[in-house]
């Protein structure tokens, strides 16, 4: 496609279920990321991906998060008993470079996860 | 640590008249700053980014920033704003070898005809 898609668009989740929203880049594209943006607030980082490693997860709030790219294209976000607090918009991003700084990151339109 | 404050919750302007966005950041070096622009339902788009060089910076859709050291600011302009400009912008930084930005809360614009 011509950019991020990410899915589902929405998603409600009971607490204690586990979720996972997928993100597919732009085709080429070596860079993905993955932010956190909770209501009236920016995004915060949460994980980065070259290709297929998982260069930084300093972000991820805790060990209930967890994030795959392992074809070095689609990747998920998978959160495991969510809780209220996980309730936020999930971005995905995807830059063709390997430093972003060198290049622009290109935003998918989000997954609202809504947990009750 | 970096961090980035956009001082303006909200702001409301009429159609046609001019804008400016605050924006300042902590960083001990020269950072990359960067400004988003978010409209409903839609995701971040890139309005426009200084690395070096010129301090005044030239974006899309009429948008420009200028970066000044002596404030620790980089602030978004527009000599005149379309009702069409309505949305949530946000100011960015990213600190030199590293793959993250770091984002404000953002300012949410108001366009009154």
């Known amino acids: 496609g011509a950019g991020v898609s990410q899915s589902p668009r929405y998603k409600v989740a009971k607490r204690g279920q586990d979720v996972a929203l997928r993100c597919d880049p732009i085709?080429?594209?070596?860079?993905l990321f993955w932010y956190q943006q909770a209501l009236g607030q920016g995004p915060e980082f949460l994980t980065y991906?070259?290709?297929?490693?998982?260069?930084?997860k300093s972000g991820l709030p805790s060990d209930r998060f967890f994030a795959e790219r392992p074809e070095g294209s689609v990747s998920t976000l998978k959160i495991q008993r969510t809780q209220q607090e996980d309730s936020a918009v999930y971005l995905c991003?995807?830059?063709?470079?390997?430093?972003?700084?060198?290049?622009?990151?290109?935003f998918g339109q989000g997954t609202r996860l809504t947990v009750v | 640590a970096q961090s980035v404050t956009q001082p303006d919750i909200h702001i409301t302007v009429s159609e046609g008249a001019s804008l400016e966005l605050r924006c300042n950041y902590s960083?001990?070096?020269?950072?990359?700053l960067f400004w988003y622009v978010q409209s409903p339902g839609q995701g971040l788009q890139l309005l426009l980014k200084y690395f070096s060089g010129d301090t005044l910076v030239q974006g899309i859709k009429g948008f420009e920033a200028e970066f000044k050291r002596s404030q620790s600011s980089f602030n978004l302009r527009k000599p005149s704003v379309h009702w069409s400009d309505a949305a949530e912008y946000f100011c960015?930084?990213?600190?030199?070898?590293?793959?993250?930005?770091?984002f404000g809360t953002g300012t949410r614009l108001q366009v009154f005809p």
């Open positions: 991906f070259q290709n297929e490693a998982q260069l930084d």
């Open positions: 991003a995807s830059s063709l470079a390997r430093e972003l700084m060198n290049t622009e990151a290109f």
């Open positions: 960083y001990g070096a020269t950072p990359y």
């Open positions: 085709s080429g594209h070596v860079s």
């Open positions: 960015a930084v990213g600190a030199r070898n590293t793959d993250k930005l770091i």
